[in-house]
């Protein structure tokens, strides 16, 4: 076996920062944890700790299911049997319960993003203020509606395991998890050295620093792929080290609720892989992004647990390795997993019972229009979206919509690949186009009648830009999630983006699909303050600033004084062959972008200087505390 997964090691290690483990064998008892892992675990990586994101849900997960076994946690129970203090603005909020938490049907919004991951910084600030921010928050759906992928959730899971355990999570992680089976790499921030955590780059080469989450039972473990792997094994058939095989059988169980596509378990993204079922094998899995990613796979009853970290690429990318990996360690086994390629699909004209659904369809982040040519085929175009695109379809003998690419009308089209079906449902009066494997992607918008002042207010603010201004200097949301382009359309009216319009100031949702198509989502409310516009998704934590009420960076700036909770945007125009040296205080940061919004220059860059070329056109933002001031001089 060694042989065949270090050829595959060398495939894999080609430009990523890759760890990965493999272990075949079961952990049987505490006293040899530490033996067994080493005789039978296979591994390569980099010397260092990862942040393995939402893999961290399965450890709360499993503290909590290591407390109902105990009997000190009813599965079935409300939320607030355990935290009586938890509130927020929607009376269904007393019907959350535990399980909800666990399998992602809580109806909760999604995730409150706003402090979650800091550069080089630990803070208690997201842990103790987090049920004063639901406080605010209304529910999307009736808890145990629908399955939608919610962090929130592990967040208050995270904390009903310190009310129940009357430990902290590091402390209950360390003791109850981490010690029964020597995870000596694994911690929370709170106990982790992140001088050894694996690099984030950016531009090629440019080291970042570390990066630190802070909501910890939802996404804010550091481990290594070695340590993920092992954890991996407790799930093993036959294996009591953690939990009971009860509480593991009722993990692995299917909790697909209202027809959703997701096969969730309790704390697992999937517990069923079609590929696998097929050969008798059943297959658990979890994935995480964060600025870095990571895939536990583990087949329990052949007693195999595989994990991929990454510092590049993707939690998907990580899974694809895991599941080479796996099938290398099936076939030692004799165990041969066939995934047979679908068949070229043949193609028809489209049938006349489809044009009823011709019209408007939107998701959380766009609206679109569905046609059908001449029958020919289904053609998709973005009406309100900041990226313009048209998408085609060609109907199949099958039954599905397959997206082509090139163009169908010219004959000069072929699918893409793999393929991508889609087909149309009818659920509950709601026409929804999904896909088969992933559910709900769009709903078909209902005819709306608007005001005149409120769509021409939301017209007005289209094709604008909105930037982020109320995060901390070591936030590291102004990496990748810093503007927003608002937009409508002609053919859309009430619509901005994927928001429907409520009134001049405040859109958002009036249907919601069920599935993960509508995670993480916030109402979108403008308010307007000392004659500046900004946009605020309150339910995410953030606001942000319209592009107008952001001047021009200027060469007779030499000094910026920033504001808590206000950073201070400015519109670089025409610098070419200037270079600015800086002088940043503590706790600021400065990021440079140019005008496509790559990132040219953070503080947050290791070992960059404090000298910086500008780009002939871009953006420039100051972030820090009140009573700060960035200093800065024109050196070229």
């Known amino acids: 076996m060694r042989k065949n997964i270090k050829k595959l090691y060398a495939g894999i290690m080609m430009g990523l920062a890759v760890t990965a483990a493999v272990s075949t064998r079961a952990v049987n008892a505490k006293d040899n944890a530490e033996e067994n892992r080493s005789e039978d675990t296979y591994s390569t990586s980099n010397e260092g700790v990862l942040n393995i994101a939402s893999i961290s849900k399965m450890y709360v997960t499993t503290a909590a299911m290591q407390l109902a076994d105990q009997g000190k946690i009813g599965l079935d129970s409300p939320v607030t049997d355990y935290i009586p203090e938890f509130e927020m603005a929607d009376a269904r909020y007393r019907d959350i319960t535990v399980r909800m938490l666990m399998n992602h049907t809580s109806g909760l919004k999604g995730s409150v993003y706003a402090g979650s991951y800091l550069f080089d910084e630990k803070s208690t600030e997201y842990h103790d203020t987090f049920l004063e921010k639901l406080k605010r928050e209304e529910l999307k759906a009736d808890p145990g509606e629908f399955n939608c992928y919610c962090n929130d959730g592990f967040t208050l899971l995270e904390l009903i395991v310190e009310r129940v355990s009357g430990m902290s999570y590091t402390d209950y992680l360390k003791e109850n998890i981490c010690g029964p089976l020597s995870l000596d790499n694994t911690g929370t921030l709170w106990d982790t050295d992140f001088s050894k955590q694996i690099p984030v780059y950016i531009n090629g080469n440019v080291k970042l620093k570390a990066s630190v989450p802070q909501l910890i039972g939802a996404g804010g473990l550091m481990s290594d792929a070695s340590d993920v792997c092992a954890f991996g094994t407790a799930f093993f058939t036959g294996n009591d080290i953690l939990l009971s095989e009860d509480a593991k059988a009722e993990m692995a169980e299917n909790n697909c609720a209202d027809g959703c596509s997701e096969t969730f378990g309790l704390g697992w993204d999937t517990v ?61 086994q004799g165990i041969t997993v066939e995934h047979p390629e679908k068949e070229k699909p043949e193609f028809t004209a489209v049938p006349e019972e489809f ?88 709903y078909k918008v209902a005819d709306k009648q608007v005001d005149e002042k409120v769509q021409k207010a ?24 810093d503007r927003i382009k608002l937009c409508t359309g ?68 030499t000094s910026v004084e920033l504001s808590t909770g206000e950073a201070g945007w400015y519109k670089i125009d025409g610098a070419k062959d200037r270079t600015l040296k800086l002088s940043v205080p503590d ?50």
Request: with cysteine; aromatic share 12%; net charge negative.
């Open 458 to 481: 939301w017209d007005e603010r289209s094709g604008i830009y909105y930037y982020l201004v109320s995060s901390a200097a070591s936030e590291t949301a102004y990496t990748d999630n």
């Open 272 to 332: 069923e892989k079609t590929d696998y079922k097929n050969a008798g094998v059943k297959v658990l899995s979890k994935g995480g992004d964060s600025m870095q990613h990571g895939n536990l796979l583990v087949a329990p009853d052949q007693q195999i647990s595989v994990a991929v970290l990454s510092s590049g690429g993707s939690s998907t990318n990580c899974e694809e390795i895991c599941l080479e990996l796996l099938d290398v360690a099936l076939s030692e």
């Open 490 to 557: 002609e053919a859309a009216p009430g619509m901005i983006n994927g928001y429907v319009m409520f009134d001049e100031d405040h859109a958002g949702y009036d249907t919601l699909m069920p599935g993960s198509s509508s995670r993480d989502i916030s109402d979108l409310r403008v308010e307007k303050v000392n004659g500046k516009e900004y946009i605020c998704f309150d339910d995410l934590g953030y606001r942000m600033i319209s592009e107008k009420d952001i001047p021009v960076f200027t060469d007779d700036i």
């Open 355 to 442: 044009l009823k659904y011709e019209g408007l369809y939107a998701n959380t982040e766009k609206t679109m229009s569905i046609s059908f040519p001449d029958r020919q085929y289904m053609q998709l175009v973005t009406v309100t979206s900041e990226n313009e695109f048209e998408l085609q379809y060609m109907y199949s003998t099958e039954g599905t919509f397959v997206e082509m690419s090139g163009d169908v009308s010219s004959g000069n089209a072929i699918p893409v690949q793999p393929l991508r079906e889609y087909i149309f449902e009818e659920k509950n009066g709601q026409v929804y186009l999904s896909d088969p494997e992933f559910g709900c992607q769009l």
């Open 587 to 636: 706790n600021a940061a400065v990021y440079v972008y140019d005008k496509y919004m790559n990132i040219k220059y953070s503080s947050y860059m290791v070992g960059y200087g404090n000298e910086v070329p500008l780009p002939e056109y871009g953006m420039i933002v100051f972030i820090g505390e009140t009573g700060q001031n960035v200093e800065l001089s024109v050196i070229k």
